[in-house]
C-alpha cells in the first residue's frame, strides 16, 4: 500500500514553455502533499507543501508564480513550472503524506526528470 | 541554522561485509529519524524510522541506532550485497516536516 505516482517521469520541454507534472496518491488519500527539487548529488530541497483545496505554502525563495500548484483532491496535486527555463532543469520529486499513523508518514513518487532546452 | 551531515565521499564496502553509514545533525532536536534508499534518476524509498526515544531499530539485514547526546544515526547494512548499492539519505522529522541530509553513496563491490 501507500504509493504515489508522478507523470511524466520525463519531459523535454522548449524555453519559454509551460509543463505540468502530476502527483497521485493511488491507494490512500492525502490531504497534504509536498513538492521536491533534486540537484545532482544534492538532498531534497523542499518547494511548497500543498494542501487540499486551499493555497499551497510555499518556501522561502520559491517564486509561487513560476511553480503553480494544484491540490484540487485528495488523490491529485500538480505542480506546474510557467515559462520555464534552462535553469529549472532538474528532478522534482513529491510525496504524499499518510496520517493514519504516528507519527505520519511521507511517500515519494518516482520523479520526473525536467529538460528544459 | 538546522544542518545534517552524511559523508558526501562514497563508500565502497566489499560484498558480505556490514556497511556502517553516519548521519550527524546539529541545532535540531527531531521527534524522529528516518533512512531513506534512493537509486539514481529515482524517487526515495522508505526503509525505517527511529524515534528519539529509541536506541535502536532493526528490520532484516538493517539495523539503525540514534543516540540523541551525540546527535547522530547510524544505519547499518550487514551481509551487503552488490544490489544494496544506492545513495542512502538520512530525514530528520518533527510533526511531519522532514529535514534531508544530502545523502551517503554506498557501492558494494562483488
Known amino acids: 500500500g501507500a504509493v504515489v505516482s508522478q507523470h511524466p517521469s520525463r519531459v523535454i520541454c522548449k524555453s519559454g514553455t509551460s509543463v505540468k507534472i502530476e502527483c497521485r496518491s493511488l491507494?490512500?488519500?492525502?490531504?497534504?502533499m509536498f513538492w521536491y527539487r533534486q540537484f545532482p548529488k544534492q538532498s531534497l530541497m523542499l518547494m511548497a507543501t500543498?494542501?487540499?483545496?486551499?493555497?499551497?505554502?510555499?518556501e522561502q525563495g520559491v517564486e509561487k508564480d513560476k511553480f503553480l500548484i494544484n491540490h484540487a483532491s485528495l488523490t491529485l496535486s500538480t505542480l506546474t513550472v510557467t515559462s520555464a527555463h534552462p535553469e529549472d532543469s532538474s528532478f522534482y520529486i513529491c510525496?504524499?503524506?499518510?496520517?493514519?499513523?504516528?507519527?505520519?508518514?511521507?511517500?515519494f513518487g518516482p520523479g520526473t526528470r525536467l529538460t528544459v532546452t | 541554522s538546522q544542518k545534517i551531515e552524511q559523508n558526501s565521499e562514497a563508500l565502497n564496502i566489499q560484498e558480505g561485509k556490514t556497511a556502517t553509514l553516519t548521519c550527524n545533525y546539529t541545532n535540531y532536536s527531531p521527534a524522529y529519524l528516518q533512512w531513506y534508499r534512493q537509486d539514481p534518476g529515482r524517487g526515495p524509498v522508505f526503509l525505517l524510522l527511529?524515534?528519539?526515544n529509541e536506541k535502536e531499530k532493526r528490520k532484516e539485514r538493517l539495523k539503525v541506532t540514534f543516540d540523541t547526546t551525540l546527535k547522530q544515526s547510524l544505519f547499518h547494512i550487514t551481509a551487503s550485497q552488490p544490489a544494496d548499492s544506492a545513495t542512502y539519505l538520512c530525514a530528520l522529522g518533527s510533526n511531519y516536516q522532514l529535514i534531508w541530509g544530502a545523502g551517503t553513496k554506498l557501492i558494494i563491490k562483488p
Open positions: 491507494d490512500f488519500q492525502a490531504t497534504t
Open positions: 510525496s504524499a503524506l499518510l496520517t493514519s499513523g504516528a507519527p505520519y508518514e511521507q511517500y
Open positions: 500543498s494542501n487540499e483545496g486551499s493555497k499551497a505554502t510555499y
Open positions: 527511529i524515534r528519539e
